[in-house]
């Protein structure tokens, strides 16, 4: 069985689809970690990895400093499979030759395996399969110990292995949906060549999670920062079950949530979670802290410094506090830790839950670090999280002030709760909208304009509608929504808001808009 204590060691070379590996590791029930392709052998080895995944990579293992990996893993007697770079590694390594390719192969190509080598690799795969390549060098000849076991027209040796060392490469991808049997040969690594069993879900990783909360924590006190959100939920929940009275969670309630929200979070996690919440009435205070305030960037570091003040002031009124609850999540680890990641220009100052220990002198717990946001849903649905909260659509940490365009008043706020509750009743009240929007709701604009409603002349606010489609909010594309739906929306919103008489719908896609207005 895998566990977090015996995973799938993924190392990551630099590749665009590290994360997608893993993903397809867990999805084949088996647990997976993504590590620096430098990691050094004691570390791998410490964690027991079943098998080892090399990633693909953006270098050539020609080049002189090309990312490299400790020599010991090819000696261990670990299962390994590399992937493109990965393969071409293992060719390197073991003593074959390659060269820069003068044909690179990108996109589909057609693998044929090799009729007289039957590899376990390959096992229940048609002769002929689409993959999907992306390669400029090419191995030329094989290590010792290893045989060819597939090929494309543009590329001799496509595939290689060595059945008694278990070391295998593989020059597509497996990992993406294009290549039409990647699953299978992926399931066929992990079962058949490593012998591992599909016995991963979240019932194992609830209860390894809760062991290791109840080690870290001792008889501590513990106090976590609840946004509504699902990860702070998730990670929150987890704790209470390690750890219960030891842990407080305060929920700010800054005046700039949706309609009914508040209420509705503070219920379900007082009597679904059985949450100890401090609910905070911050509204007035951040009335105040906004008031003629216009420019996005100055509301947003305003918002952010004094939720991280009103935190701090509840924390420090619990006496023995030690330890603060993250809903860290496993992009946000591998973002920090492999190298390569560059930062690109600032856009907006990001506010959430994530931004307090720098500020605070807290050891940090954080539960949820190995999952991916699929998993944490999953982990909730476990911990009987009600849909509402699981399937929450993403909300920005500065919430409405930066839906409300301009300077926010309560008036301004009132609008906007109403224009976008409409929204989300209409959207959420839609069956079979395929694909379902990503995130969809309404922004009040600065600007006013002309109407004529009944025999008069109106002069009032104008909401724009945004409904996007996304995988991870990075980019995405404005939602092709039926038009019955929009006109309901907007007689809606018209009819029963007050002070608006315009509506329009944003047709922009992220880039070159971005998804909030602010
Ligand atoms: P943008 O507007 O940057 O939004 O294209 C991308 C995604 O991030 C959400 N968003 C935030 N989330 N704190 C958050 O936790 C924030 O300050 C914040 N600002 C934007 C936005 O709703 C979208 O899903």
Redesign the pocket.
Known sequence: MTSASSPVVILDFGAQYSQLIARRVREARVYSEILPHDTPWEEIRRREPRAIILTGGPESTLEPGAPAMDARILESGVPVLGICYGMQLIARDCGGRLIPSSIREYGQAELALEADVPSPLFEGLPAHSVVWMSHGDTVTELPPGFKPLAHTARTEIAALGDRQRKLYGVQFHPEVVHTAQGRRVLENFLYGVAGIEPTWQMGNFVDDAIARIRAQVGEAKVVCALSGGVDSAVAATLVARAIGEQLTCVFVDTGLLRAGEADEVTAAFRDVMHLDVRCIDARERYLKLLAGVVDPERK?VLIGHEFIKIFEEQAAAIAGVRFLVQGTLYPDVIESKTKGSKAGHK??????VGGLPEQMKLELVEPLRLLFKDEVREVGRVLGLPEHIVNRQ?????GLA?RVLGAVDEARLRVLRAADKIVREEIDGSDGLQPHPW?YFAVLTPLKSVGVMGDGRTYANMVAIRAITSED?MT?DWARLPFDLLARMSTRIVNEVEGVNRVVYDITS?PPA???WE
Do not use: S
């Open positions: 947003r856009i907006k100052t990001h506010h959430n993403p909300f920005p940490g500065p930066v995130q909010g995405a992220k971005t998804v909030e």
